[in-house]
């Protein structure tokens, strides 16, 4: 009979700037399947440089794997299908914690950006359903929002809230149709997702951060 036990354990994330009272704008970017915190938060280094007023976050997943065989380059995962809800929760609590951390040296008018990337698109979409803040936007980075929530709680979340939906057109894994499907599913929820692309594969892309970033105060 298999059976749980909650235990502690150390987390790890990446932090770029530093938190003080003169913080404006806090960034928690959430990476995907097989990556680590370490290299993806070095996509969002130029939010950093520019505006000595700006953190970013990178919080990594918790199970941690050898990507070929059984040794060399190591990626991390928010979870597998394996004792799925379990992991769910505890990624959850992870990230309540570490936000409550951040936001507790920051002043009350922080403006909070949340981006999930692949994987991390479902991990930050379920995390911010249990939040206790509500973010200025949210950014879903070729990835979809998690269909597994309460209707309630999840248009709870979405409801007035600047939700960024982003994709290249080379995709590798999310067609176009797929992300006409996302749109439809937010937008049942009551979201109003605005849709970005870019001539690329499944990545990051430095235009369409700054876009994000810098827009609103263009």
């Given at each position: 009979?298999?059976?749980?036990?909650?235990?502690?354990?150390?987390?790890?994330?990446?932090?770029?700037?530093?938190?003080?009272?003169?913080?404006?704008?806090?960034?928690?970017?959430?990476?995907?399947?097989?990556?680590?915190?370490?290299?993806?938060?070095?996509?969002?280094?130029?939010?950093?440089?520019?505006?000595?007023?700006?953190?970013?976050?990178?919080?990594?997943?918790?199970?941690?794997?050898?990507?070929?065989?059984?040794?060399?380059?190591?990626?991390?995962?928010?979870?597998?299908?394996?004792?799925?809800?379990?992991?769910?929760?505890?990624?959850?609590?992870?990230?309540?914690?570490?936000?409550?951390?951040?936001?507790?040296?920051?002043?009350?008018?922080?403006?909070?950006?949340?981006?999930?990337?692949?994987?991390g698109t479902a991990t930050v979409g379920r995390w911010l359903a249990q939040a206790a803040f509500r973010p200025a936007q949210?950014?879903?980075?070729?990835?979809?929002?998690?269909?597994?929530?309460?209707?309630?709680?999840?248009?709870?979340?979405?409801?007035?809230?600047?939700?960024?939906?982003?994709?290249?057109?080379?995709?590798?894994?999310?067609?176009?149709?797929?992300?006409?499907?996302?749109?439809?599913?937010?937008?049942?929820?009551?979201a109003t997702p605005q849709l970005h692309t870019f001539r690329g594969k499944h990545e990051l892309n430095r235009a369409i951060?700054?876009k994000l970033a810098y827009g609103s105060r263009q």
């Open positions: 009979m298999e059976h749980h036990l909650t235990v502690s354990r150390t987390a790890r994330y990446q932090q770029l700037g530093t938190l003080s009272a003169h913080t404006r704008r806090v960034w928690f970017v959430c990476h995907g399947y097989g990556q680590l915190a370490a290299y993806f938060v070095r996509h969002f280094a130029f939010l950093t440089e520019t505006d000595p007023a700006t953190v970013v976050i990178a919080p990594e997943g918790l199970s941690r794997f050898y990507l070929n065989g059984t040794g060399g380059r190591v990626g991390a995962s928010w979870m597998t299908r394996d004792d799925r809800l379990n992991e769910i929760q505890d990624h959850i609590n992870f990230l309540n914690q570490l936000a409550g951390n951040v936001l507790a040296d920051c002043p009350a008018d922080v403006e909070v950006t949340v981006l999930g990337f692949s994987q949210l950014i879903l980075w070729a990835g979809s929002f998690p269909d597994d929530l309460p209707a309630a709680a999840a248009q709870y979340l979405l409801q007035n809230l600047p939700l960024s939906l982003v994709v290249g057109t080379d995709d590798e894994y999310i067609s176009p149709t797929q992300t006409a499907a996302i749109q439809q599913q937010l937008q049942q929820l009551g951060l700054e």
